[in-house]
């Protein structure tokens, strides 16, 4: 087994018992200034919503199956039993409701935060979301706006049934008015979350569920927020950027490690921010390495790689000492599980691309 | 000829509340609406000047001095009406047709004027009125007042109420069901206005859906209905007047929303792009212009000597002149090319600034004319 | 506690159909459905299948041999009988949940358990068999199956009809509103069964809609409907037949479509990963627990002493091989890498070829461990 | 006024004037072999359904308002009359149902051509299309297959109101399964829908509805296919490429007419083909050039932009003599129409970009 298996084969494994057995209900400590907890990432999701809801009465969450259920993944785990049935909701099962809901939530004062099961599961509730709330605010010229958060998990590797491991963020992207942010750690995913939830326009809040447990982190119990649209170093490296975010940050930080046994310095980019794109930081690391990957799950024709892709070229084309490769699912469907490690780019695909980027 | 029968399918009027006759009688057993001359004056004011309104859009569209218009006439006395029945607090949720509800409710002419002229800025609101852009979109607007009015409701701003405006056609919508449905479940403040004209463009009602009414399909989501006259600007007022108090303070065992299907008929084209002859016989509108709701208001209002031929020759002087004025603000709107990129996001994106210096440059470069406008 | 009581909301038995009671004996004035002995111990014998298969698919999910997999103890009775009531020509488009209404009408088990194991090749379709793969986004097969029905009226095959399975749930999506609306519209040969088991995930069956039933639903398209004891498989083999029959050859006045809400109780887990205990009162599914379907149709099939002890145990022994058969064959499957290439067009693009090459030589170069499958 | 202005402006008067007046019912001649026709772009899309009507029983079209009414746009004119209700079918208002009843449809053994009135009502049908037909295939391992044909007006231009002027293929080009095709001329468009129709996978056809009348031009009466997958190029050119498609290929050519003046010779590519890409001719045509711009209307950021510059980057970067230029519509929703004709690529900026990439 590679590393990245290895890796896989632990979130897998903890996943599964904690969505077999019953969930434990977290227990909040009464003085929260200056401590940390020591998080997975969906608990820090978690933890996001309860300080965020317990500092402003306007925010609420809403959703399938998020309340005495705490979600599907525990995402929401036992803020129904300390926000109660009208802050916490369990709606009824219609995307286009609870989003189109939210957008009205928003308008009326409050701060909805809105759960879809699965990205699969969001197209019943495209229209609201990509053509109704991405537009409040240029429709009205300002004088309205749709503060809302659409919260989702993302991508694949669990085993999962059809449908329920989509990648689509390039959707999302190519829609003006729309912000999208995913977190790749603990840390940043309650920092994204509070700036999210805060956010006066409708942010996409990508939750990469394969590494929803695959680790822990220091979390502060404290709000704070991690500003959208700056993308995070997690590697320094002069020889070549490796661009990714979610779940594909650690293969990508896996594959980085071996690189460097043969001489290889990678420098791995978690853009965090999908829209807006931090071209800066893009840019720099790119000029300073002149070489560079974007690892991503969705299929590779129209993929957010092409938007990074293009934008290099357009930017640093004279730096360029090879092509950006772009490592992406195919463009295929992912396919069902006994075949889903060879359509995700794995740690051995994005060292492969590295070496061929390097051997330009 | 399915599509020739359409129009006969809604012409019989007993399963409906009705206060005047088709000449603005009053019906025996009817009440009329607790309002105070004044109150009755106005609404008819609003329901002339909403006629006119029309009128002079269509034919600014035909002069090409705006763009595809979507008329009203025979339908406004309904929107006036609805509106009428709202608290100041309350909000509106418009389509592209409910031009005089819009008015009614605040929004000034020019604004309604604005968008046909090519400026968002009509659809922007001032901060004391509450009625949103209109929905083009159909039935998408049907789940988003949901959820505002669910949010007065967790709010506790208990005299606030929403009121939602759609068409027949929208009934078929998704959005239409997973609305209303929410809205039963989560007994929100909302009242919902169908305005079956029965049409929808080409489409007849009874091509839209088998079901008898379209007021009965609320019970789908354990939600009130009434069906109502909309050529009969008292029982639409009176219908909604009571769905709103019922919204904000329901009686024992009574729920919050309300749908009613308000029945009417579009007497004239779906926009001016639209040839209803193509589809529908040119004499079905007869049976309704006889039921024209101004000439059925002021009928009742002469016959109660509320209104005299002086009263209604102000009231024709001052709506020609407040149409007039509306154009002219209109028509006097520029637009800002910067506006583009302003209104994306709270604050600009780099992106944005990049984009937006580069067309600074190119208007530049260039002159404006390099982008002149067509048609203009 | 509104999520404690929604158990007991459907235990008034008086407004469905039923022809046995909770201990398999026939209603007085009920009527048994016109099947041969054989046919009955036939249906019997599903039945026993699909309880048994539930029961070792739970526990392959244990031991990790499946993925999620979602029970239907308690369900089994009606989607048996659904399927029973089908002719070879029809089809069935049904859910993840439908593991038995897809075996019956001809899915062999080992394609079942296909899917569980990450094959796709479970959802290819023998040439003789109108199961559709199961749909997992809830509601979106329902204006699919009216499509298809719709297809068959145009094409004038009057012999087929289209079963369309889904949920509680499923009612409040836009899906369910649209499909269904078209059906009454387009007066198409389908047949919807809603299998309301009362919960959708932790929503409660109250909590999804205000409508006092989900049958009634039906009246807002101009719908048949009707409501069926779904814990009885003689019952809803009467109710699905009967639709069936109408959808073909419908007699005057009357239409094609029907609604059937079969009203079930789902005994287990939402899914293995589901906990149930978590959102609903442990001792929730004991009224329906006495209400077995599988006791009741052996109860009925004791007293008319069509199924004896020998039979049982013939039954028992044949369902255990089969499904020891049907687990050897899924666990045999090979997947290969090429058909993440092979389906996606009907001839493949350039670009999917160069990256089904890329992957083969990744293969090559690196070994298919560099790969291995997780938990594998 | 440009030239492109005033080619616009001519459209726009056709345009208004076709749809404030009854429309008349074009007479089909008996005889049709050999025959052409002087047609407009949307009259030829409407002979390519009759053609195809005519000849297999199979094919239907649905929509809203495509029967008595011929369709907003005219693009069913007399169809119904042609074929009678049951091939010319009037829906329902409800997009999901559309797309999901001709998925079904297919299923059945019928052809279904759906009209989605315009491409920015598609979204409630999203699910359908993107997350279902896309796949009957992929998930029964082709034993089924969805063989509809989805076709959408798009774009601005117009001066429609809100939500008329949408362009936004990327979203579909990036889902696989889909095919994506748009003509520029009226031969294409009877020659592509003639091959959508009769491919065996979903294909969105999409309808330039600047140029729905903006010319007329010799269409064969009797059926032909253009071919699925394969650019066009409508200019010849050394120095540069101009990468465009639908309506946007009209001012690129006028572009390439002035830029000509100034001795600079473009080759413009009209790719016709969204999805499959014809990626061949694409770094051919750049190959030979070594400079290229793409023009479309759709926000450029996540635009089809994006996938061709990656594209040529990828496979002929050492030819590079400039970056890939990405000419689109702003990051921003697309303005009413005061302001639309600054928002979409004027001739003057396609111009002034194929200057920069010359100057480089
Ligand atoms: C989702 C969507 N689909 C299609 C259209 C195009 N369209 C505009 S108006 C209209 C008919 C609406 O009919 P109805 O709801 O009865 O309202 P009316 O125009 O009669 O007031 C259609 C199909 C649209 N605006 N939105
Ligand atoms: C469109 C969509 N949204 C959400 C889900 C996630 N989900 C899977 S099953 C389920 C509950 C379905 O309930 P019901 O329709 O009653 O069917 P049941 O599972 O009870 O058989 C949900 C919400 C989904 N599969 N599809
Ligand atoms: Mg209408
Ligand atoms: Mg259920």
């Not at chain 1, 590494?211 to 590697?235: K, M, T």
């Not at chain 2, 025979?74 to 029945?85: I, K, L, M, R, W």
Request: net charge negative; proline share 6%; hydrophobic share 35%.
């Amino acid at each position: 087994m590679s590393s990245y298996a290895e890796t896989l084969a632990e979130n897998v494994e903890e996943q599964a018992e904690s969505e077999d057995s019953a969930p434990e209900t977290r227990e909040k400590p009464e003085d929260s200034s200056d401590s940390v907890d020591e998080l997975t990432l969906v608990e820090a999701i978690c933890d996001g919503l309860y300080t965020e809801m317990s500092q402003d009465e306007r925010v609420m969450a809403l959703g399938e199956d998020i309340g005495r259920n705490g979600g599907v993944f525990r995402a929401t785990d036992a803020l129904y039993e300390e926000f109660g049935e009208h802050r916490v909701v369990d709606t009824p099962l219609a995307e286009s409701g609870i989003i189109g809901a939210s957008i009205g939530l928003g308008l009326s004062g409050m701060r909805p935060v809105a759960e879809i099961q699965f990205m699969g599961f969001l197209y019943p509730g495209f229209d609201q979301l990509v053509s109704q709330a991405s537009r409040i605010r240029s429709r009205s010229h300002s004088q309205l706006s749709a503060p809302i958060v659409v919260r989702m998990p993302y991508g694949g590797g669990i085993r999962a049934p059809e449908h329920h491991s989509e990648s689509k963020e390039a959707f999302f992207v190519h829609e003006p008015g729309l912000k999208v942010v995913t977190p790749s750690t603990p840390y940043d995913a309650k920092g994204l979350l509070t700036a999210a939830i805060r956010d006066p326009d409708p942010v996409i809040f990508l939750e990469p569920k394969l590494i929803y447990r695959a680790f822990r982190e220091e979390v502060p119990q404290e709000s704070y927020e991690i500003e959208l649209g700056e993308a995070s170093i997690r590697r320094e490296g002069s020889d070549v950027s490796v661009f990714t975010w979610g779940a594909m940050t650690r293969p990508s930080l896996i594959a980085a490690e071996e690189l460097a046994e043969d001489g290889i310095d990678c420098e791995v980019v978690d853009l965090r921010s999908l829209s807006p794109l931090d071209i800066d930081t893009i840019v720099d690391s790119f000029e300073k390495t002149g070489r560079g990957v974007v690892v991503h799950e969705a299929p590779k024709t129209g993929g957010l790689g092409a938007e990074i892709a293009a934008t290099i070229q357009e930017e640093a084309m004279l730096h360029q000492e090879a092509p950006v490769k772009r490592i992406g699912g195919y463009d295929a469907h992912i396919p069902l599980h006994a075949l889903e490690d060879y359509y995700l780019p794995q740690a051995v695909r994005i060292q492969d691309g590295i070496h061929d980027v390097m051997e330009f | 000829m399915i599509h020739a029968q359409s129009g006969l399918h809604e012409q019989d009027e007993h399963d409906r509340l009705q206060i005047l006759d088709a000449d603005g009688n009053v019906h025996p057993h009817a009440t009329v609406p607790d309002l105070s001359d004044e109150e009755m004056l106005a609404m008819y004011e609003a329901l002339v000047l909403a006629r006119q309104f029309d009128q002079r859009a269509i034919s600014l569209q035909r002069q090409g001095r705006i763009a595809t218009y979507a008329p009203m006439t025979g339908q406004e006395g309904s929107q006036v009406a609805t509106s009428y029945a709202l608290d100041e607090q309350d909000w509106l949720f418009p389509t592209y047709r409910d031009h005089a509800a819009k008015h009614v409710h605040g929004r000034s002419l020019s604004s309604l004027l604005a968008p046909l002229r090519g400026h968002r800025e009509g659809y922007a609101i001032p901060d004391d009125v509450n009625v949103m852009p209109e929905y083009i979109p159909i039935a998408t607007q049907i789940p988003q007042a949901m959820g505002m009015a669910w949010g007065y409701k967790l709010q506790e701003q208990n005299d606030r109420a929403v009121l939602c405006h759609f068409g027949d056609g929208a009934t078929s919508e998704g959005d239409f069901h997973e609305g209303i449905n929410f809205a039963g479940v989560f007994d929100v403040p909302a009242v919902f206005v169908c305005n079956n004209n029965q049409w929808a463009i080409s489409t007849p009602r009874e091509r839209q859906t088998k079901s008898e009414t379209l007021a009965s399909k609320a019970d789908a989501y354990g939600v009130d209905s009434i069906r109502v006259d909309g050529l009969d600007p008292l029982a639409v007022y009176q219908a909604t007047r009571a769905a709103i108090r019922k919204a904000k303070d329901p009686g024992p065992g009574e729920s919050r929303p309300t749908l009613i299907e308000s029945i009417q008929y579009r007497f004239g084209a779906h926009t001016t792009s639209d040839d209803p002859s193509v589809y529908r016989p040119e004499d079905e509108p007869e049976y309704y212009r006889k039921r024209d709701p101004v000439d059925r208001l002021r009928g009742y209002l002469e016959s109660e000597d509320i209104l005299t031929d002086e009263r209604q020759a102000a009231i024709d002087s001052r709506v020609e002149d407040r149409i007039e004025a509306a154009i002219d603000e209109a028509e006097s709107l520029e637009a800002d090319p910067d506006d583009i990129f302003n209104h994306v996001y709270d604050e600009m994106s780099d992106r944005l600034k990049t984009q937006r210096d580069e067309l600074r440059e190119l208007r530049e470069k260039y002159g404006d004319d390099a982008f002149s406008e067509v048609l203009e």
